[in-house]
């Protein structure tokens, strides 16, 4: 397999790690929707967790690199911003998945880069034109058709989905601020310890839940799907030019429609399913548009 894989042109073997990473990540949500099924939040994210942290340090260590501990103040805080981030993220988008459509909760999850470009403008003063900030204002839209407020069948936990957007922004954000020197794998370890941690903590005030074979499958399901889509994420930062391998991860919402609709029997609406295609559509653009720029910037610097 690997040697296929490398025998590939860079663009496409780029494409193939981005179509693996969103597919893993969006597997690891269907366990957990699966497992929420029966399984209070915290007790499922700690026990999740729990599996995550022997995972990062047997498998993950071992691929990217190993665990280093001695940042800078600086570091640790934003290392400490991003746990707490990932924290928020998981249980919002968690309770979202577990009371509305996978596919739903993941089209609004793919408004991220709209939202990180806005954060780029707003923090770092990274340009924003008028062509990008209308696609903004387009995939947000495409969120409201989601969400249909007013309309019957509204889901109020599409919210839930919404903050964790916005806490995922945070926590990539929070990844710009720090040193190129800081390991992939200390960051990792940091967010699957927080989540250990404040779900562990929550979970004591919690009635568990007898834990079937089945939920353990489903866990021990999730925690490798998760570590795959730590190792893919990071790979295909390496592989490929961004501006042809990034628009792939919007087949998270292929994987998202196809899981929900065999596994969970859902299916979104065609309100719904358009704003999932508006997303997808504004966020490429986004993606192409600052490729250009970026090109631009270059050719003006060479002269």
């Not at 691929?63 to 600086?74: E, W």
């Not at 993220?89 to 968690?94: E, Q, S, V, W």
């Amino acid at each position: 397999m690997t040697r296929i894989l490398s025998s590939l042109p860079e663009n496409t073997r780029g494409a193939l790690i981005m179509t693996l990473s969103m597919a893993a990540f969006t597997t690891n949500d269907s366990f957990m929707k699966a497992v929420l099924a029966d399984l209070p939040l915290f007790q499922a994210l700690f026990l999740r967790a729990s599996l995550n942290i022997v995972m990062v340090l047997l498998i993950l260590v071992p691929i990217i690199g190993p665990v280093r501990f001695d940042l800078s103040k600086r570091d640790w805080m934003f290392v400490f911003v991003r746990s707490f981030a990932e924290v928020l993220a998981a249980m919002a988008f968690l309770t979202a998945v577990s009371h509305m459509p996978l596919a739903n909760a993941t089209a609004i999850m793919q408004t991220m880069p709209l939202s990180i470009t806005i954060a780029g403008f707003l923090l770092f003063r990274d340009p924003l034109g008028w062509r990008r900030l209308v696609a903004i204002f387009i995939g947000f839209a495409g969120v409201m058709l989601i969400v249909q407020p007013g309309r019957e069948g509204f889901s109020g936990y599409a919210f839930f989905a919404i903050f964790a957007m916005l806490c995922v922004t945070v926590r990539d954000i929070s990844v710009r601020k720090m040193s190129a020197t800081v390991p992939t794998t200390t960051v990792t370890l940091g967010a699957v310890f927080g989540v250990w941690l404040v779900t562990g903590l929550a979970s004591i005030g919690v009635d568990w839940k007898p834990v079937s074979l089945t939920h353990w499958g489903q866990l021990f399901g999730s925690g490798i799907c998760l570590v795959v889509g730590y190792v893919t994420s990071v790979t295909v930062m390496r592989v490929g030019e961004m501006s042809f391998v990034s628009p792939f991860r919007y087949t998270a919402l292929v994987w998202a429609l196809l899981i929900g609709f065999f596994a969970f029997g859902e299916w979104p609406n065609a309100m719904a399913l358009t704003g999932a295609f508006v997303i997808a559509g504004t966020g490429v653009y986004t993606v192409w548009r600052e490729a250009q720029l970026r090109r631009r910037a270059l050719r003006a610097a060479q002269g």
